[in-house]
């Protein structure tokens, strides 16, 4: 159900712990609350791994922690080495480049597969654009990608602009095309990704891809007494 978490029964739940807060400095948007209850509040209370590219100073980590539970572990990623100190129980901090695949993959090995990926690092096209060439495929079969502060795909400084070839938004507005490969009459070949992807979620700044086994596609009627199941409709 989107904008309804269900770690309390307000569904408030993560947007407390943030107002809550009386541990180390967080930094996030309000309007990304609902976004983040809607595809994280699955995970809350369960064994998982949450890969969070951009420490900052610490504080975001340790709120999904709070919010996630006893059993989550964080792994913090940051180019930052001062960001190091952070680590806690249930929170690790790795330090290098979310550009740099041969450090990706170094935590991969270190940690296994994601179940979660958020990306709050250097917000730079080119690098959100990288790591997510990269991390998508590793991440968790029914794992969630999110990536925030996507406003910086329509700013200059950061490699962005409307319909400018390389942000990460246009990439998704390809992969819109990709996940609905299937239905393109030969056009469009099926990839990777349009196996792999049940759906993507456009917000304000944010684009979230839920992944999961591909649904099967069969085109139901049912009237009266009759049910009648078609295959993929050409
Ligand atoms: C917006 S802050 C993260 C805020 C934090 N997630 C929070 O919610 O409080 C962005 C972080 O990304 C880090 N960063 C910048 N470039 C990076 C890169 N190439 N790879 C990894 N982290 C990077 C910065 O050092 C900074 O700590």
């Not at 901090?93 to 979310?98: A, P, W």
Request: charge should be negative; hydrophobic fraction near 35%.
């Amino acid at each position: 159900m989107l904008y309804c978490g269900c770690g309390s029964e307000d569904g408030l739940s993560l947007w407390s712990e943030f107002l809550n807060n009386k541990q180390r400095t967080i930094h996030k948007w309000k309007h990304y609350f609902p976004a983040y209850e809607a595809h994280f509040s699955r995970y809350v209370n369960r064994p998982m791994l949450f890969l969070e590219i951009g420490c900052g100073r610490g504080g975001s980590a340790q709120m999904w922690k709070r919010y996630l539970g006893p059993h989550a572990q964080i792994v913090g990623l940051d180019i930052n080495p001062e960001c190091k100190k952070f680590e806690e129980d249930q929170i690790a901090i790795r330090i290098g480049s979310q550009a740099d695949t041969v450090f990706l993959q170094s935590v991969l090995d270190e940690f296994g597969t994601p179940d979660v990926v958020l990306d709050d690092g250097s917000h730079q096209m080119a690098h959100v654009v990288e790591t997510f060439r990269f991390l998508y495929s590793k991440t968790a079969k029914d794992g969630v990608y999110m990536v925030e502060d996507l406003h910086t795909a329509y700013w200059d400084e950061y490699g962005g602009g409307v319909g400018r070839e390389g942000t990460f938004i246009e990439l998704c507005k390809g992969l819109v095309d990709e996940l609905n490969a299937d239905w393109s009459r030969e056009k469009l070949p099926p990839t990777e990704f349009t196996r792999s992807t049940l759906s993507m979620h456009f917000y304000d700044s944010i684009v979230a891809f839920e992944r999961g086994r591909h649904l099967e596609k069969k085109d139901v009627r049912v009237s009266g007494r009759q049910t009648l199941i078609k295959g993929l409709l050409k």
